[in-house]
């Protein structure tokens, strides 16, 4: 998957070679790894649809990772709905 990073908006390429413009949102760190929250931009919906990507920093270059292990994305996701739960009581 390739990645763009101009002013915090992301192109990203899917495994169909589907460009997918997305805003980075906020990166999270979860068991001792960075993550990625990105925002998909340009869509018609009215919630815009969050994808969670791997957040990796080599020296000053940093890149964006697919997270391919359905385990690893599980807990992932459900950490994210937990912080997300817990701004919609403030």
């Known amino acids: 998957m390739e990645n763009e990073l101009e002013n915090n908006i992301i192109?990203?390429?899917?495994?169909?070679?589907?460009v997918i413009k997305c805003e980075?949102?906020?990166?999270?760190?979860f068991e001792g790894t960075e993550?990625?929250?990105?925002?998909e931009i340009g869509t018609n919906?009215?919630?815009?649809?969050?994808?969670i990507m791997r957040y990796?920093?080599?020296g000053e270059?940093?890149?964006f990772e697919t997270i391919d292990n359905d385990e690893e994305f599980?807990?992932?996701?459900?950490?994210?709905?937990?912080?997300?739960?817990?701004t919609d009581e403030e």
Request: charged content about 40%; hydrophobic content about 35%; aromatic content about 8%.
């Open 74 to 86: 599980e807990k992932v996701s459900n950490y994210v709905e937990s912080l997300e739960e817990g």
């Open 11 to 18: 192109e990203i390429t899917d495994d169909d070679e589907n």
């Open 24 to 29: 980075l949102y906020d990166i999270i760190e």
């Open 45 to 51: 919906e009215e919630e815009p649809e969050l994808v």
């Open 56 to 58: 990796i920093e080599e």
């Open 35 to 39: 993550y990625a929250l990105l925002l």
């Open 61 to 63: 270059d940093a890149y």
